[in-house]
């Protein structure tokens, strides 16, 4: 069974840096892209950026390129989301979703990430 | 950046009835275009990718036509688990993939 499993709700406070992972099994972990997903509360989706674990092939969306780090430990078929120093304008739920050619079929649960003084 | 729109933002329907939702893109996407479906406190379900297959497990009732700029997600007879908040994303660009802001479907 193909499972991503993300890591746990996190809460900072501005100016702190923060790692977030997404472990895959069930499956080859270098054969498929990964990608990252925020939602704001109350708000839509957004495209952050894909990885291939193979080659650590990464694609930032331009709203999102220098603002995180996307990266992968294929030896541990984890994928992360990071970044140096968070703003309040980064809370949101993020998702990791394993992606085919593009379109995405499974999806981690979501990790909360709430930026608060 | 490919700009993905939908329409209605919001649409009422009642259960049985036929759902269309729409979905423009900027530019064309060729047919490398997905839905998803999103409930409340859930994680985003893959309905339809290159813009007219069906993922694996959705039911014959969800369909997905067009090609280049235009695209459609059609709900043949809406069932209660249905209304949901439907949204479209291209994967034409891998500089940067892009989705729609979303149709809320909801109970008339």
């Known amino acids: 069974e193909v499972q991503l499993v993300q890591s746990g709700a996190e809460v900072k406070k501005p100016g702190e840096s923060l790692k977030i992972s997404c472990k895959g099994s069930g499956y080859s972990f270098t054969s498929y892209w990964i990608g990252w997903v925020r939602q704001m509360p109350g708000k839509g989706l957004e495209w952050m950026g894909i990885?291939?674990?193979?080659?650590?092939?990464?694609r930032y969306s331009p709203s999102f390129q220098g603002q995180v780090t996307i990266s992968a430990d294929k030896s541990i078929s984890t994928a992360y989301l990071q970044w140096s120093s968070l703003k309040a304008s980064d809370t949101a739920m993020y998702y990791c979703?394993?992606?085919?050619?593009?379109?995405?079929?499974?999806w981690g649960q979501g990790t909360l990430v709430t930026v608060s003084s | 950046e490919i700009v993905m729109t939908q329409s209605p933002a919001t649409l009422s329907v009642s259960p049985g009835e036929r759902a269309t939702l729409s979905c423009r893109a900027s530019?064309?996407?060729?047919?490398?275009l997905a839905w998803y479906q999103q409930k409340p406190g859930q994680a985003p379900r893959l309905l339809i990718y290159?813009?007219?297959t069906r993922a694996t497990g959705i039911p014959a009732r969800f369909s997905g036509s067009g090609s280049g700029t235009e695209f459609t997600l059609t709900i043949s007879s809406l069932q209660s688990e249905d209304f949901a908040v439907y949204y479209c994303?291209?994967?034409?660009?891998?500089?940067?993939?892009?989705f729609g802001p979303g149709t809320k479907v909801d109970i008339k």
């Open positions: 990885i291939y674990p193979g080659d650590s092939d990464t």
């Open positions: 979703a394993r992606c085919g050619s593009g379109s995405c079929y499974y």
């Open positions: 530019q064309s996407v060729s047919s490398n």
């Open positions: 994303q291209q994967y034409n660009n891998w500089l940067g993939f892009t």
């Open positions: 290159g813009a007219s």
